[in-house]
């Protein structure tokens, strides 16, 4: 154990006030917050500040202007572009005032649906340097999904591109955004599109304007000064999924934000100025936001923003390479894009061959990482493969090995411990904590850390509901374990929720989509283990009179959910059954669904309805396998 995490972590827990007064001091503020935490006001109560001003102006008026600040590696466009703080400060600067211009002002709402491009990093901290809000909506939700979102945040302004890559793939985002605007209630005052040369995008006077003559436009207007906000104003707006249809709206307040990030660089990933930090995330998810953008800012680190994937751009190679090409001190990633790797470089021929240059550790998260893949990885790299865990509604880490601590105790199957600031229990159904090594809720001690969500967008009663199970707690949602030597494993989801490829969808939503497909009688959607995305959504469905298995039932059910959720989901496959493995109450035999796609050894349930269906099933999903 190292001494300096166990002390942390007690003075923490023990003393919040002084242990987050202190971290405060990495962060300048325009008024010094009065305390660390206030029972009704969060998080550096009185506390000003900008959190673009922390990411770019005080390094550059610090000296450090000529250092970079983000490289930007995109192998499908074979583009390797770099950015100094002073010209990150100015890309951003210029965005600020083409928002300015168009009347965005503090508190304002702007949705960012756009590529890994660099465009991207700069809208998001132009937003933070006036004080409105950002919501970035990720690049593989469907239009429904960007109407809700447009609907909740009711944005003045909607920033956007022509198009994305993905792979060998082009996507056009416009015809998205027309749909999402045409489906939406809330109407936009302006779509600032920019032009990407793979492919041109037309825009609809006056609603939709060229993000380049916007920018000549205001070319002479100032950079706008950064606008001083309350610790507790929101930065941004994060949706994810919940267990409904409708996307919970997770805000992030700045100054909780700011001191949890720059803390979590020094302290969790070893990360100071000068230091290349690499996410392979995307900005449309909580580890973009956090690991891409804003951390590594906050403390004077360069930033890579690598448009790829781990495979097929162009080879299982990528990933080595931007390492080595930009001296990558600490690396991040979800097990899947490993998963990906593995199974096309199963030998590791190009990591040996690329290496991993400076990279002196490799942290996972987004779901569960296999220890086999942990195993493969750090026999293959020589590196320590750091799991840890946390959600998109905490913003950073909550379990892991503190490794710039000094921390390098692992566990294979395990997130590590409770970092400084988050005190952990397993509980059972009636709330009482279970023993070491026995499964129960994981959930996390009441007020939760800096940088942790404090309500949700026009939504407090949902945020209260994550606090309403067990009193005093925040409910996680996932199930797990403390082992006797205090490591927490994380099993599984104790709600709908799955991991697909290590992005977070909600099979209840994804049913809601099957149910409405004309000739689907019944449905359930369950997430089944997969080789590579680690989970992926199955929908079995039974169809009315009239619509057999012939009658293209199921490629309607698959095409609906790509469609209105859209192909993240990634949900594939739709077995036609004649019933679905329910009690005599009515309720869907989920589990047995799942062993059943799984290749479990299942019995039949003594409170099932009809005993024949089960075997029907199995025939059914063995069938297909035989295809
Ligand atoms: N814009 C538009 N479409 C997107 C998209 C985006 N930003 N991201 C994904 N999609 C599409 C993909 O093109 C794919 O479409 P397809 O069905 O037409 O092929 C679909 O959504 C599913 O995407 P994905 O889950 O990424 O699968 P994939 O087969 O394209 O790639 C992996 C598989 C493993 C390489 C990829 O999932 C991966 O890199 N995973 C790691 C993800 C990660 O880092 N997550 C971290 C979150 S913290
Ligand atoms: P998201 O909000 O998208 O970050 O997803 C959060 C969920 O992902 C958690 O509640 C977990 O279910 C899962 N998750 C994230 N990291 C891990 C991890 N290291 N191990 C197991 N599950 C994880």
Same mark, same amino acid.
């Given at each position: 154990?190292?001494?300096?995490?166990?002390?942390?972590?007690?003075?923490?827990?023990?003393?919040?006030?002084?242990?987050?007064?202190?971290?405060?001091?990495?962060?300048?503020?325009?008024?010094?917050?009065?305390?660390?935490?206030?029972?009704?006001?969060?998080?550096?109560?009185?506390?000003?500040?900008?959190?673009?001003?922390?990411?770019?102006?005080?390094?550059?008026?610090?000296?450090?202007?000529?250092?970079?600040?983000?490289?930007?590696?995109?192998?499908?466009?074979?583009?390797?572009?770099?950015?100094?703080?002073?010209?990150?400060?100015?890309?951003?600067?210029?965005?600020?005032?083409?928002?300015?211009?168009?009347?965005?002002?503090?508190?304002?709402?702007?949705?960012?649906?756009?590529?890994?491009?660099?465009?991207?990093?700069?809208?998001?901290?132009?937003?933070?340097?006036?004080?409105?809000?950002?919501?970035?909506?990720?690049?593989?939700?469907?239009?429904?999904?960007?109407?809700?979102?447009?609907?909740?945040?009711?944005?003045?302004?909607?920033?956007?591109?022509?198009?994305?890559?993905?792979?060998?793939?082009?996507?056009?985002?416009?015809?998205?955004?027309?749909?999402?605007?045409?489906?939406?209630?809330?109407?936009?005052?302006?779509?600032?599109?920019?032009?990407?040369?793979?492919?041109?995008?037309?825009?609809?006077?006056?609603?939709?304007?060229?993000?380049?003559?916007?920018?000549?436009?205001?070319?002479?207007?100032?950079?706008?000064?950064?606008?001083?906000?309350?610790?507790?104003?929101?930065?941004?707006?994060?949706?994810?999924?919940?267990?409904?249809?409708?996307?919970?709206?997770?805000?992030?307040?700045?100054?909780?934000?700011?001191?949890?990030?720059?803390?979590?660089?020094?302290?969790?990933?070893?990360?100071?100025?000068?230091?290349?930090?690499?996410?392979?995330?995307?900005?449309?998810?909580?580890?973009?936001?956090?690991?891409?953008?804003?951390?590594?800012?906050?403390?004077?680190?360069?930033?890579?923003?690598?448009?790829?994937?781990?495979?097929?751009?162009?080879?299982?190679?990528?990933?080595?390479? +931007?390492? $080595?090409? !930009?001296?990558?001190?600490?690396?991040?990633? %979800? *097990?899947? /894009?490993?998963? &990906?790797? #593995?199974?096309?470089?199963?030998?590791?021929?190009?990591?040996?061959?690329?290496?991993?240059?400076?990279?002196?550790?490799?942290?996972?998260?987004?779901?569960?990482?296999?220890?086999?893949?942990?195993?493969?990885?750090?026999?293959?790299?020589?590196?320590?493969?750091?799991?840890?865990?946390?959600?998109?509604?905490?913003?950073?880490?909550?379990?892991?090995?503190?490794?710039?601590?000094?921390?390098?105790?692992?566990?294979?199957?395990?997130?590590?411990?409770?970092?400084?600031?988050?005190?952990?229990?397993?509980?059972?159904?009636?709330?009482?904590? +279970?023993? $070491?090594? !026995?499964?129960?809720?994981?959930?996390?001690? %009441? *007020?939760? /850390?800096?940088? &942790?969500? #404090?309500?949700?967008?026009?939504?407090?009663?949902?945020?209260?509901?994550?606090?309403?199970?067990?009193?005093?707690?925040?409910?996680?949602?996932?199930?797990?374990?403390?082992?006797?030597?205090?490591?927490?494993?994380?099993?599984?989801?104790?709600?709908?929720?799955?991991?697909?490829?290590?992005?977070?969808?909600?099979?209840?939503?994804?049913?809601?989509?099957?149910?409405?497909?004309?000739?689907?009688?019944?449905?359930?959607?369950?997430?089944?283990?997969?080789?590579?995305?680690?989970?992926?959504?199955?929908?079995?469905?039974?169809?009315?009179?009239?619509?057999?298995?012939?009658?293209?039932?199921?490629?309607?059910?698959?095409?609906?959910?790509?469609?209105?959720?859209?192909?993240?989901?990634?949900?594939?496959?739709?077995?036609?059954?004649?019933?679905?493995?329910?009690?005599?109450?009515?309720?869907?035999?989920?589990?047995?669904?799942?062993?059943?796609?799984?290749?479990?050894?299942?019995?039949?349930?003594?409170?099932?309805?009809?005993?024949?269906?089960?075997?029907?099933?199995?025939?059914?999903?063995?069938?297909?396998?035989?295809?």
């Amino acid at each position: 154990m190292s001494a300096a995490y166990e002390r942390a972590w007690q003075e923490s827990i023990a003393d919040p006030q002084a242990f987050w007064g202190d971290a405060a001091q990495a962060i300048d503020w325009t008024a010094q917050p009065s305390a660390a935490y206030a029972e009704a006001a969060g998080w550096f109560p009185g506390g000003t500040l900008n959190t673009a001003a922390n990411c770019l102006d005080r390094h550059v008026a610090a000296g450090r202007g000529d250092a970079a600040a983000l490289i930007y590696d995109s192998p499908v466009t074979d583009t390797v572009r770099r950015f100094t703080y002073a010209e990150l400060l100015e890309e951003s600067g210029r965005v600020a005032a083409m928002l300015a211009a168009l009347g965005v002002a503090k508190g304002d709402r702007v949705i960012i649906y756009m590529p890994m491009i660099p465009e991207t990093v700069f809208a998001m901290l132009a937003c933070a340097r006036l004080g409105a809000v950002h919501s970035v909506v990720f690049g593989g939700f469907a239009p429904l999904e960007l109407a809700k979102r447009i609907d909740d945040a009711t944005p003045r302004v909607l920033l956007t591109a022509s198009c994305g890559i993905e792979g060998s793939r082009t996507v056009a985002y416009k015809p998205m955004v027309d749909e999402a605007l045409t489906l939406a209630r809330h109407q936009v005052e302006r779509v600032v599109l920019f032009q990407r040369d793979r492919l041109r995008a037309d825009l609809q006077a006056p609603r939709d304007l060229d993000w380049e003559s916007l920018r000549a436009a205001t070319a002479a207007d100032p950079v706008p000064a950064p606008v001083p906000v309350a610790s507790a104003d929101p930065l941004y707006i994060l949706y994810t999924s919940g267990t409904t249809g409708t996307p919970k709206g997770v805000v992030r307040e700045n100054g909780g934000h700011a001191v949890a990030l720059a803390w979590s660089m020094r302290n969790i990933y070893a990360i100071d100025a000068g230091d290349v930090f690499w996410a392979a995330s995307d900005v449309g998810w909580v580890v973009g936001h956090s690991y891409i953008v804003y951390a590594p800012l906050l403390v004077g680190a360069t930033t890579v923003l690598f448009e790829g994937k781990p495979v097929g751009t162009p080879d299982p190679g990528t990933f080595w390479r +931007v390492i $080595a090409r !930009h001296g990558v001190k600490t690396f991040f990633t %979800a *097990p899947t /894009a490993i998963r &990906a790797i #593995r199974k096309e470089d199963p030998d590791a021929r190009l990591l040996k061959n690329i290496g991993t240059g400076r990279c002196e550790a490799i942290f996972l998260a987004g779901e569960r990482a296999d220890p086999d893949t942990i195993g493969w990885l750090e026999d293959k790299s020589g590196l320590p493969v750091i799991d840890h865990w946390w959600q998109t509604e905490l913003g950073w880490p909550a379990i892991a090995s503190c490794f710039a601590l000094g921390d390098l105790r692992r566990k294979r199957g395990s997130a590590g411990f409770p970092v400084p600031g988050y005190a952990f229990a397993v509980l059972d159904e009636a709330g009482h904590p +279970v023993p $070491a090594g !026995h499964s129960g809720a994981v959930v996390i001690k %009441a *007020p939760l /850390a800096p940088g &942790a969500f #404090r309500t949700l967008w026009n939504n407090p009663a949902g945020y209260a509901k994550n606090f309403a199970t067990f009193a005093g707690y925040y409910e996680t949602g996932d199930a797990g374990f403390i082992d006797e030597e205090g490591f927490v494993h994380i099993m599984g989801r104790t709600d709908d929720i799955i991991n697909v490829a290590g992005h977070r969808l909600s099979t209840g939503q994804m049913e809601q989509i099957v149910a409405a497909v004309e000739g689907v009688a019944e449905c359930a959607v369950i997430g089944a283990d997969d080789a590579i995305k680690g989970m992926v959504p199955i929908a079995f469905v039974v169809p009315r009179a009239g619509f057999d298995d012939d009658s293209g039932l199921a490629a309607r059910v698959v095409a609906a959910v790509r469609a209105e959720l859209g192909p993240v989901a990634a949900l594939r496959t739709a077995y036609v059954a004649r019933g679905l493995p329910k009690t005599r109450s009515g309720k869907i035999l989920r589990n047995l669904l799942r062993r059943i796609v799984n290749g479990e050894a299942w019995t039949t349930p003594p409170t099932i309805d009809d005993p024949a269906v089960p075997a029907q099933l199995q025939s059914l999903v063995a069938e297909h396998h035989a295809v």
